[in-house]
């Protein structure tokens, strides 16, 4: 079974050559270290989930294109639940522990949307920083009690609840009660141009 390493350094390094970018031109516009950028091409890094989304945001391309490596065209799609592809987790402690995150579709077609599975821990936070510009985050919650929150607001959702909001700013879930299950929809804005990954 090919490892998530493969597929980023394959699909990092043909957005980046699609792009017509350096890996230090790249590393500079995403603020990441040279090095690190060199180390993930080379499959030779586990990048944390922030770091594929500021290579993703300078490459203009949606997160998930450094993962897949062809679009889903077909009329019918079914994804088990452990067939999503792990895209992060974090179980180290320092308040963002206990996360598990899965791929579980991208689509392309008018707007792009990706289809995200998220788990936490009773008591996890998970911070992230702005995704792209327009971008918006539409959450249900399938399991547990959950706190998310940006610099405009602060909601706790419980089972069933649905949330939508601009993601293009700092945010944060915070799992309340319970392990929480969430089922993330991010929405690209239309006058994105950001090509649809091809093999």
Known sequence: METPRKPIARNLRRWR???GLTISALAERAGVAKSTVSLIERGRANPSIDTIWALASELNVPFASLFHDEPTDAELTVVRDDDG????IDRAGKGQGGLIVRHMLTRSGGG????YTLMLQEGAIRRSDGHFA???EHIVVAQGTV???TDVFAET???GDLISFRADRPHSYKALEGHVRLVSVHEYPRH????APTG
């Not at 792009?112 to 289809?115: C, K, L, N, S, T």
């Not at 994105?192 to 090509?195: E, G, L, T, V």
């Open 112 to 115: 792009a949307i990706e289809i």
């Open 157 to 159: 959702l419980h089972p």
């Open 147 to 149: 706190e998310i929150r």
């Open 192 to 195: 994105r141009d950001a090509p």
């Open 134 to 136: 327009g971008l918006f």
């Open 85 to 88: 592809a792990i895209v992060a």
């Open 17 to 19: 050559l699609t792009r």
